[in-house]
């Protein structure tokens, strides 16, 4: 099955720093990217997405980049504010019938102000 | 549109007893997924379920189970409780067009703690 990695575990800048957070995936079958955005307390929430027929998405202060032949993706967040605090999930999605994304561990974010 | 919403919030069981989680999700949806968050492992996929039937399953042992009602409602319940099943129960529905596509929208979750 598929198998996402997600690097750093923690990730700590001071505002208005940018953030990278990286992932990889091992099923080249996979189509789909979603990163979602957990705040403490919260629920998981879509904040982007990117499929394989895309190179690089954008969304304001957020990008997200693919690399199909290396099999990772990157969440790119720029002018980093303390409200971005949060601990942020990749995820991968084979091509077929139903739903089933396969999450990375997760990166907490901290913005320091 | 109303979101996904999961009963009960929280809950505090002892081991050995059974818990059933429920899992309304949003108007149109028809695929239901479930998720167990821990601290150590993230969002480790439970099972998935479409039109009633149980399509995925995650790697969880035969405590686990699930099903879907006709209105797309679904529930999740555990047997015989153990302490490392303590963990935040996400569902997440998703609307499926013909091609598999379809953004998933979590519920607040159950916290369950079972001591």
């Known amino acids: 099955g598929e198998n996402v990695e997600q690097h750093p575990s923690t990730l700590s800048v001071q505002e208005g720093d940018s953030a990278v957070i990286k992932c990889t995936y091992s099923?080249?079958?996979?189509?789909?990217f979603p990163w979602y955005k957990q705040e403490l307390g919260k629920r998981p929430q879509l904040i982007i997405d990117?499929?394989?027929?895309?190179g690089e998405k954008k969304d304001q202060r957020i990008a997200v980049t693919l690399n199909k032949t290396a099999k990772h993706f990157s969440l790119h967040i720029t002018e980093t504010q303390p409200e971005d605090s949060a601990v942020y999930f990749c995820?991968?999605?084979?091509?077929?019938?139903?739903?089933?994304?396969?999450f990375g561990r997760g990166t907490s974010l901290i913005v320091h102000p | 549109k109303a979101g996904v919403t999961q009963t009960p919030r929280y809950l505090i069981k002892t081991r050995g007893q059974q818990v059933t989680l429920s899992c309304s999700p949003i108007?149109?949806?028809?695929?239901v997924s479930w998720y167990q968050q821990t601290p150590g492992q993230g969002l480790q996929f439970l099972f998935e379920?479409?039109?009633?039937?149980?399509?995925n399953k995650g790697n969880f042992p035969g405590r686990f189970s699930g099903r879907q009602f006709s209105n797309s409602r679904s529930e999740m319940n555990v047997s015989t409780l153990e302490l490392g099943d303590s963990a935040l129960y996400l569902c997440?529905?998703?609307?499926?067009?013909?091609?598999?596509?379809?953004?998933?929208?979590f519920g607040p979750g159950t916290r369950l703690t079972v001591t």
């Open positions: 997440a529905s998703s609307w499926l067009g013909t091609s598999g596509e379809g953004e998933q929208y």
């Open positions: 099923d080249s079958a996979s189509n789909y």
């Open positions: 990117i499929r394989s027929n895309v």
């Open positions: 995820a991968a999605k084979v091509g077929g019938g139903s739903y089933i994304p396969t």
């Open positions: 108007s149109g949806h028809r695929s």
């Open positions: 379920y479409f039109s009633e039937t149980q399509r």
